[in-house]
Antibody, heavy 120, light 106 residues
Framework: QVQLVESGGGLVRPGGSLRLSCVGT????????FSWIRQAPGKGLEWLAY????????LYADSVKGRFTISRDNAKRLLYLQMNSLRAEDTAVYYC?????????????WGQGIRVTVSS | DIQMTQYPSTLPASVGDRVTITCRAS??????LAWYQQKPGKAPKLLIY???TLESGVPSRFSGSGSGTEFTLTISSLQPDDFATYYC????????FGQGTKLDIK
């Protein structure tokens, strides 16, 4: 079955960096598109970034553009989110999500989430 | 950007109740509307996509309707497992989520 598992979260100081990873199994990783989504404590869901199967198209939300970078390694079945210049407001649970292009880029499966805390 | 307005934010209900959650888009999103269920500490789970298509394994008491800018999620007879937070999401132009509706036990 489809599984997405995030890792790499933790506590980081403001201005610091962190790289999240997401491994995907149970489906053809190299054909899939992905997104990162986050949820601040007690808040709703915010889409952050999107990447196509080859990485030819990458899109970001304005809130993270220029600070976060989405990338992937299809050989390792890994999706990444490099987060730089972190701020307190980036504190959230971060989810990777699989995007199904044949269904108009529907986000159909999500990982369990990984917590990122930005605090001094 | 497409904004999604979802209401109510909280909905007290009892087992067996029929409940409806509404989601309004700031621009037409055609039929590219999904609903997710989230339980505390868990990832959102896809329930419905393309307005009214039930994801595999989702009980038939869940249904979706609407078009253009106004959409609804209906649960025909609430079960104990349904008390959760529900989010609508447009995927017509990237992704935007509604603010969520928490189904509370009355």
């Amino acid at each position: 079955q489809v599984q997405l598992v995030e890792s790499g979260g933790g506590l980081v100081r403001p201005g610091g960096s962190l790289r999240l990873s997401c491994v995907g199994t149970g489906f053809t990783f190299s054909d899939s598109y992905f997104s990162w989504i986050r949820q601040a404590p007690g808040k709703g869901l915010e889409w952050l970034a999107y990447i196509t199967s080859t990485g030819s198209t990458i899109l970001y939300a304005d809130s993270v553009k220029g600070r976060f970078t989405i990338s992937r390694d299809n050989a390792k079945r890994l999706l990444y989110l490099q987060m730089n210049s972190l701020r307190a407001e980036d504190t959230a649970v971060y989810y990777c999500g699989r995007v199904t292009p044949v269904k108009q880029d529907l986000l159909d499966y999500w990982g369990q989430g990984i917590r990122v805390t930005v605090s001094s | 950007d497409i904004q999604m307005t979802q209401y109510p934010s909280t909905l007290p209900a009892s087992v067996g109740d029929r409940v409806t959650i509404t989601c309004r888009a700031s621009h037409s999103i055609s039929s590219w509307l999904a609903w997710y269920q989230q339980k505390p500490g868990k990832a959102p789970k896809l329930l419905i996509y393309q307005v009214s298509t039930l994801e595999s394994g989702v009980p038939s008491r869940f249904s979706g309707s609407g078009s253009g800018t106004e959409f609804t999620l209906t649960i025909s007879s609430l079960q104990p497992d349904d008390f959760a937070t529900y989010y609508c999401q447009q995927y017509s132009n990237l992704y935007t989520f509604g603010q969520g509706t928490k189904l509370d036990i009355k």
